[in-house]
C-alpha cells in the first residue's frame, strides 16, 4: 500500500492562475512569515486576490473587485477613525493570518480600522443607476463609511450584506472607511471554534474583512435575491425572484439550460413565485452532479431592465423507511448511506479564509477522490463559492450553525447576556439558511454540536424546519439530544458507535474516528502540551491505515442494523491536531486514494 502521497499531480490540475506582473504599489508585499505554507500560498496576487466573482448564484457581468492592499489601524474600541495609520493589510485575509500582510493580534478591547481609494466608472453612474458596495463577510460588527457618509452598521460575522452607495459618490477618488470589533471568546455572538488562546481543537480567530469586498452597478428597481425550489415529481422548479423595491408593473422572465439546450422557461410576477418546467429531467446526486444554467430577466413594459445568471440543481432529500425496514436518507427517492468528513475549513496561511479559489475547492475535490459522498462542514460558514464547488462537483453538505455562548463553561447567571446571545443567534441561523437556501449540496442543517450554546432545542428546531421545510434538521449532532429533529445523532472516540433505531428519526455517528499521524515536517507547532487529550498523536503510518480500515470496517454491521451515515474526524490536520486525512498544509495526503475509494465504496453502496 502507498503512502504519504504527495499532492504534487493533484496541484498541477487546480494552479492555473499565472503569476502576473504586479504593479509599482504591491512589488513589496510579502506575506507575514507563516508557519506552515499551502502550495497556493505564492499564487496570492496581491494586486487582485481572490478575483473570482464571489456570488456564482446571482451573478452579473459588470462589477469590480476591492480586494487587495488597505491602509489599516488599531484604536480603542469607542474612539473613532484613528489620526495615523500603521501600514498596509492584504483584503480580505483575517488580519491574524500570514497572508495579510500583518499577523496581529486585536483584541476585544480595540476596533480594526481600515482605508482605501477606489474609481466608479462613468458609466455605472448613468441612466439612474445605483452602486452598491458588497462585503462577503466581516467578523463580527463592522462600520462602513464612503467618503465621510455613515453607510451602516451590521452585526455578523458569516453572512454577507451590501450598501447603496450612490448618494453618497463624489467626483474623482472615493474613500471606504471600514471599522470592525470582534470580542472573539469573550462575546456572545456565534463564532464556532475561533477563540483568543489557541489550543486543542479551539484554533485562531478571525477579525474583520475575511471574504471579498466588490461593487456593481444595477438599475434603479433591480434583481436582489432569488428562490429556488426543485420538485423532481411534478419535473418543476419553482421560482421567486426578490426586487429591490418591490413595485407593480414589473415582469419577470426565467429560462433554464441544459448545456446549450433550453430545459424550459416561464414568465411570473416579480415577489411571486412561478413554476418552470423543466425538461429533459436530469437528477442531482453526488454521482452525476447535473447542474441547470438559469438566465432570470427584471422586465417593464416590455423593456429589459436588469438580468442575472444562476444554476439550480433538481433533487429531493427526505427520510424513508428502507427495505430493511431501517429510517434511511433518500436522496431522489432512493435510500443512500451518507459518509463523509468532518471539514473544519481553516488554513495556515489564511486561517478562515482559503488563499485562492483553487485551494477552496481543492479539499472538496479530494473528499471526492477519495470516496466519500459527505461533508459535514463544521461549526463555520464558508464562502459562497465554496458551496458553488460543492454543487457542481458533487458532494453532499451537512451544514452546522456556529456556535455561540456558553460554550466554554460560561454562567448563566448574566439574564440579559443570554438575551443578546439567544436573539443573534437566531438572526445568524435565519441569514445562513436565506443566504445558501439555492444549494443543491446543502441536504442538512446542524443547528447545535453537541452542548456548545446549546438552548430551546425544540423552539431552535422549529424555526429551522419552519424556515426551510425542504431539508433535514440534525439537533445536535452529538450528545444532548432531545428527541427532536430529524436524526438521532452520536458522537464516540474513536468509535464505531450508533444509537438506537427509531420510527421516524435516522440514526447517525455525527463523528468518529479521529485517529492521528504526525507528519514532522508539516506541522503547525513542534509541542503538543497543548493537543487534545482523546486524540493519541503517532508516528506510525502502518498503525494509522491499520486503524482507519478497522473502523470502517466496524461501521459496515453498523449500517446493517440501522446506522444511516457517519463522519470521519476529520478532512485535515488544524493547527494542534494532527488527526487529519491530509496535513494542515494539503501537501500530504496520508492515505492511499485508490485504497480508500474502494473501502469508502463497500460502505456507501454494499
Do not use: C
Given at each position: 500500500?502507498?503512502?504519504l502521497?504527495?499532492?504534487?499531480?493533484?496541484?498541477?490540475?487546480?494552479l492555473?492562475?499565472?503569476?502576473?506582473?504586479?504593479?509599482?504599489?504591491?512589488?513589496?508585499?510579502?506575506?507575514?512569515?507563516?508557519r506552515?505554507?499551502?502550495p497556493?500560498?505564492?499564487?496570492?496576487?496581491?494586486?487582485?486576490p481572490?478575483?473570482?466573482y464571489p456570488?456564482?448564484?446571482?451573478k452579473r457581468?459588470?462589477?469590480?473587485?476591492l480586494n487587495g492592499?488597505w491602509?489599516?489601524?488599531?484604536?480603542?474600541?469607542?474612539e473613532?477613525?484613528p489620526?495615523?495609520?500603521?501600514?498596509?493589510?492584504?483584503?480580505?485575509?483575517?488580519i491574524?493570518?500570514a497572508?495579510?500582510?500583518?499577523?496581529?493580534?486585536?483584541?476585544?478591547?480595540?476596533?480594526?480600522?481600515?482605508?482605501?481609494?477606489?474609481?466608479v466608472?462613468?458609466?455605472?453612474?448613468?441612466?439612474?443607476?445605483?452602486?452598491?458596495?458588497?462585503?462577503g463577510?466581516?467578523?463580527?460588527?463592522?462600520?462602513?463609511w464612503?467618503?465621510?457618509h455613515k453607510?451602516?452598521?451590521?452585526?455578523?460575522?458569516?453572512?454577507s450584506?451590501?450598501?447603496?452607495?450612490?448618494?453618497?459618490?463624489?467626483?474623482?477618488?472615493?474613500t471606504?472607511?471600514?471599522?470592525a470589533?470582534?470580542?472573539?471568546d469573550?462575546?456572545?455572538?456565534p463564532?464556532?471554534?475561533?477563540?483568543?488562546?489557541?489550543?486543542?481543537?479551539?484554533?485562531?480567530?478571525?477579525?474583520?474583512?475575511?471574504q471579498?469586498?466588490?461593487?456593481?452597478?444595477?438599475?434603479?428597481?433591480?434583481?436582489?435575491?432569488?428562490r429556488?425550489?426543485p420538485?423532481?415529481?411534478?419535473?418543476?422548479l419553482?421560482?421567486?425572484v426578490?426586487?429591490?423595491t418591490?413595485?407593480?408593473?414589473?415582469?419577470?422572465?426565467?429560462?433554464?439550460y441544459?448545456?446549450?439546450?433550453?430545459?424550459?422557461?416561464?414568465?411570473?410576477?416579480?415577489?411571486?413565485a412561478f413554476?418552470?418546467?423543466?425538461d429533459?429531467?436530469k437528477?442531482?446526486?453526488?454521482?452525476?452532479p447535473?447542474?441547470y444554467?438559469?438566465?432570470?430577466?427584471l422586465r417593464?413594459?416590455?423593456k429589459?431592465?436588469?438580468?442575472?445568471?444562476?444554476y439550480?440543481?433538481?433533487r429531493?432529500?427526505?427520510?424513508?423507511?428502507?427495505e430493511d425496514?431501517?429510517?434511511?436518507?433518500?436522496l431522489?427517492?432512493?435510500p443512500l448511506?451518507?459518509?463523509?468528513?468532518?471539514?473544519?475549513?481553516f488554513?495556515?496561511?489564511?486561517?478562515?479564509?482559503?488563499p485562492?479559489?483553487?485551494a477552496?475547492?481543492?479539499?472538496?475535490?479530494?473528499?471526492?477522490?477519495?470516496?466519500?459522498?459527505?461533508?459535514?462542514?463544521h461549526?463555520k460558514?464558508?464562502?459562497n463559492r465554496?458551496?458553488y464547488?460543492?454543487?457542481?462537483m458533487?458532494?453532499?453538505?451537512?451544514?452546522?450553525?456556529?456556535?455561540?455562548d456558553?460554550?466554554i463553561?460560561?454562567n448563566?447567571?448574566?439574564?440579559?447576556r443570554?438575551?443578546?446571545?439567544?436573539?443573534?443567534?437566531?438572526?445568524?441561523?435565519?441569514?445562513?439558511?436565506?443566504?445558501?437556501?439555492?444549494?443543491?449540496s446543502?441536504?442538512?442543517w446542524?443547528?447545535?454540536?453537541?452542548?456548545?450554546?446549546?438552548?430551546?432545542t425544540?423552539?431552535?428546531?422549529?424555526?429551522?424546519e419552519?424556515?426551510?421545510?425542504?431539508?433535514?434538521v440534525?439537533?445536535?449532532?452529538?450528545?444532548a439530544?432531545?428527541?427532536?429533529?430529524?436524526?438521532?445523532?452520536i458522537?464516540s472516540?474513536?468509535g464505531?458507535?450508533?444509537?438506537?433505531?427509531?420510527?421516524?428519526r435516522?440514526?447517525v455517528?455525527?463523528?468518529?474516528g479521529?485517529?492521528?499521524l504526525?507528519?514532522?515536517?508539516?506541522?503547525?507547532?513542534?509541542?503538543?502540551?497543548?493537543a487534545?487529550s482523546?486524540?493519541?498523536?503517532?508516528?506510525s503510518?502502518e498503525?494509522?491505515?491499520?486503524?482507519?480500515?478497522s473502523?470502517?470496517t466496524?461501521?459496515?454491521?453498523?449500517?446493517?442494523?440501522?446506522l444511516?451515515g457517519?463522519v470521519y474526524t476529520?478532512?485535515?490536520?488544524?493547527e494542534?491536531?494532527?488527526?487529519?486525512?491530509?496535513?494542515y498544509?494539503r501537501?500530504?495526503?496520508?492515505f492511499?486514494?485508490?485504497h480508500?475509494?474502494?473501502?469508502?465504496?463497500?460502505l456507501?453502496h454494499?
Amino acid at each position: 500500500m502507498k503512502t504519504l502521497v504527495p499532492v504534487t499531480l493533484y496541484l498541477a490540475l487546480f494552479l492555473l492562475y499565472p503569476a502576473t506582473l504586479l504593479s509599482q504599489s504591491t512589488e513589496q508585499w510579502q506575506p507575514a512569515e507563516p508557519r506552515l505554507t499551502t502550495p497556493w500560498t505564492d499564487s496570492v496576487d496581491p494586486g487582485n486576490p481572490l478575483p473570482e466573482y464571489p456570488r456564482p448564484q446571482l451573478k452579473r457581468d459588470n462589477w469590480k473587485s476591492l480586494n487587495g492592499l488597505w491602509d489599516y489601524a488599531f484604536a480603542p474600541k469607542l474612539e473613532g477613525e484613528p489620526g495615523q495609520w500603521e501600514g498596509e493589510i492584504l483584503v480580505p485575509y483575517p488580519i491574524e493570518s500570514a497572508l495579510s500582510g500583518v499577523k496581529k493580534t486585536v483584541g476585544p478591547d480595540r476596533r480594526l480600522w481600515y482605508r482605501r481609494t477606489f474609481d466608479v466608472p462613468e458609466a455605472w453612474l448613468q441612466n439612474d443607476q445605483r452602486v452598491l458596495l458588497h462585503f462577503g463577510a466581516v467578523d463580527w460588527a463592522s462600520d462602513v463609511w464612503v467618503n465621510g457618509h455613515k453607510l451602516g452598521h451590521h452585526r455578523g460575522g458569516y453572512d454577507s450584506f451590501a450598501y447603496d452607495i450612490t448618494d453618497a459618490i463624489q467626483n474623482g477618488e472615493q474613500t471606504i472607511t471600514v471599522a470592525a470589533w470582534d470580542p472573539s471568546d469573550a462575546g456572545y455572538q456565534p463564532r464556532g471554534k475561533q477563540v483568543r488562546n489557541p489550543r486543542g481543537i479551539w484554533y485562531t480567530n478571525t477579525t474583520g474583512i475575511w471574504q471579498t469586498v466588490w461593487l456593481e452597478p444595477v438599475p434603479k428597481v433591480s434583481i436582489k435575491d432569488l428562490r429556488m425550489q426543485p420538485d423532481i415529481d411534478e419535473k418543476q422548479l419553482s421560482l421567486k425572484v426578490k426586487g429591490s423595491t418591490e413595485k407593480e408593473g414589473y415582469t419577470v422572465h426565467a429560462a433554464a439550460y441544459a448545456g446549450d439546450t433550453k430545459a424550459g422557461e416561464a414568465t411570473g410576477k416579480l415577489g411571486e413565485a412561478f413554476n418552470i418546467d423543466v425538461d429533459p429531467l436530469k437528477l442531482w446526486s453526488p454521482e452525476s452532479p447535473f447542474l441547470y444554467d438559469l438566465k432570470v430577466t427584471l422586465r417593464r413594459n416590455g423593456k429589459d431592465i436588469d438580468q442575472v445568471s444562476s444554476y439550480f440543481g433538481m433533487r429531493e432529500i427526505r427520510l424513508g423507511k428502507a427495505e430493511d425496514g431501517y429510517v434511511r436518507f433518500f436522496l431522489n427517492d432512493k435510500p443512500l448511506f451518507h459518509f463523509g468528513l468532518l471539514d473544519q475549513g481553516f488554513w495556515p496561511d489564511g486561517l478562515y479564509t482559503a488563499p485562492t479559489d483553487n485551494a477552496l475547492k481543492y479539499d472538496i475535490k479530494v473528499t471526492k477522490d477519495l470516496g466519500y459522498n459527505m461533508i459535514r462542514k463544521h461549526v463555520k460558514i464558508e464562502p459562497n463559492r465554496w458551496y458553488y464547488w460543492a454543487d457542481k462537483m458533487g458532494v453532499l453538505v451537512w451544514q452546522d450553525m456556529p456556535n455561540g455562548d456558553r460554550h466554554i463553561g460560561r454562567n448563566d447567571d448574566d439574564i440579559n447576556r443570554v438575551a443578546q446571545s439567544a436573539y443573534q443567534y437566531k438572526v445568524e441561523l435565519e441569514e445562513m439558511i436565506d443566504e445558501h437556501y439555492n444549494h443543491p449540496s446543502i441536504v442538512t442543517w446542524v443547528p447545535f454540536n453537541e452542548g456548545w450554546g446549546q438552548f430551546q432545542t425544540e423552539q431552535v428546531t422549529n424555526l429551522v424546519e419552519q424556515w426551510d421545510p425542504t431539508r433535514l434538521v440534525d439537533n445536535p449532532s452529538g450528545w444532548a439530544d432531545r428527541g427532536v429533529s430529524d436524526m438521532n445523532d452520536i458522537h464516540s472516540y474513536p468509535g464505531p458507535d450508533m444509537p438506537e433505531t427509531e420510527e421516524d428519526r435516522a440514526a447517525v455517528l455525527g463523528e468518529f474516528g479521529g485517529q492521528a499521524l504526525v507528519v514532522r515536517e508539516h506541522l503547525w507547532l513542534q509541542d503538543f502540551s497543548k493537543a487534545p487529550s482523546h486524540f493519541k498523536t503517532s508516528q506510525s503510518k502502518e498503525r494509522l491505515h491499520t486503524k482507519y480500515d478497522s473502523l470502517v470496517t466496524a461501521v459496515m454491521p453498523l449500517k446493517d442494523k440501522g446506522l444511516a451515515g457517519a463522519v470521519y474526524t476529520q478532512t485535515t490536520d488544524v493547527e494542534i491536531e494532527v488527526n487529519g486525512i491530509m496535513t494542515y498544509d494539503r501537501r500530504v495526503i496520508k492515505f492511499d486514494q485508490e485504497h480508500l475509494r474502494k473501502l469508502h465504496n463497500r460502505l456507501i453502496h454494499e
